[in-house]
């Protein structure tokens, strides 16, 4: 996911927010989890911590996974997303 994309489902979770309170806080840590995944890559470089590195990456690929997975749960009928318009 591109920066804009991001931009548009927090957008819509925010005008939404009355209707889905819990997605827009996991939306919210999926974001942190991103942040934090894209901010340790220095650090982890710089102190020479190797083993932090496969976390930085499953922190930064978060938001494709769980774009991912919430519109394979809405095609299979198991969970309604309403946000994915906004993609």
């Known amino acids: ?3 804009t994309q991001l931009m548009q489902v927090k957008r819509w979770l925010l005008l939404h927010a009355h209707y889905h309170p819990v997605e827009l806080g996991v939306w919210n840590l999926v974001l942190v989890c ?3 995944g894209w901010v340790a890559v220095p650090g ?3 102190a020479q911590q ?3 590195l496969p976390l930085c990456l499953l922190g930064f690929t978060s938001p494709n996974w769980y774009v991912g997975g919430r519109k394979r749960l809405h095609r299979a009928g198991r969970l309604r ?3 994915l318009t906004a993609l």
């Open 1 to 3: 996911m591109d920066l």
């Open 34 to 36: 991103w942040l934090l």
């Open 44 to 46: 982890a470089l710089l």
């Open 50 to 52: 190797w083993a932090a």
């Open 81 to 83: 997303c309403d946000w």
